[in-house]
């Protein structure tokens, strides 16, 4: 028995969302454009390695082609069966077509000619095709990022050094945000916004002061997993 333990499908999703932009001709991040500006910043380097590298990586995104018929892995034939007998030819499809299918026809958007293609196969077929292809994808892509790092620290690759520190993912999705709120009349016109950083004016009436000790300045802390979810405000 041959078995593949993939990653869940919404994993390999967001991931391909991630990615695909490197796939679009009309995209800046598009590989073809990045390779292009490399090359023209790489001319005259004489440094045989680097250019082998630059070489056999642009050769490597261009191995991915979304509109290639052709296999990378493997192909899947298709023939219904009379008496455990094929009543016709097969019909054959490239893992290439059934993984673009999956990407452009069941996931970012609904290829009526591309899912028409691999009917025969269903989504699970085309999903077994598309997560090799997203993760190929990806290597591919930390692998360019890599070597723009190592270009750039070797100062023959101009990208501003915010571009490389920018953050792009969300680390923690637990939102934290200490804050006072203020209510005006809604029957009224609205009075005259607050200057960012002083204290409303006129017409703002804060919502649930603050009882006891506390003053209108401090915030209690978040609550502990272990402390009540409420407050005495």
């Not at 290639?68 to 007998?85: E, F, R």
């Not at 016109?189 to 009436?205: F, K, M, N």
């Not at 978040?222 to 409420?230: D, R």
Request: overall charge negative.
């Amino acid at each position: 028995m041959f078995v593949q333990d993939l990653p869940p499908e919404e994993q390999v999703e967001s991931a391909a969302a991630r990615v695909r932009p490197l796939l679009l001709e009309k995209e800046v991040v598009f590989y073809g454009t990045v390779f292009k500006a490399i090359g023209f910043f790489l001319r005259g380097d004489g440094h045989a390695g680097r250019g082998e590298h630059f070489e056999r990586l642009r050769a490597a995104w261009r191995a991915i082609d979304p509109r290639g018929t052709g296999l990378h892995a493997y192909n899947m034939q298709v023939a219904p069966l009379q008496d455990g007998q094929p009543e016709a030819a097969a019909s054959s499809v490239a893992d290439n077509q059934l993984a673009f299918a999956w990407l452009y026809g069941d996931v970012v958007h609904h290829d009526l000619e591309r899912l028409a293609a691999t009917g025969i196969a269903g989504v699970r077929e085309r999903y077994r095709a598309a997560a090799p292809l997203v993760c190929r994808v990806m290597i591919h892509t930390v692998s360019t990022l890599r070597f723009v790092e190592l270009l750039a620290s070797n100062g023959l690759l101009p990208v501003p050094r915010a571009a490389l520190d920018a953050g792009v993912v969300v680390t923690d999705p637990l939102m934290r945000q200490h804050a006072r709120v203020f209510v005006a009349d809604p029957d009224v016109d609205p009075p005259r916004l607050p200057v960012p950083g002083q204290a409303p004016g006129a017409g703002w009436t804060l919502l649930l002061p603050p009882t006891g000790p506390r003053t209108a300045d401090q915030v209690p802390d978040v609550p502990g997993p272990t402390a009540p979810t409420g407050s005495s405000d």
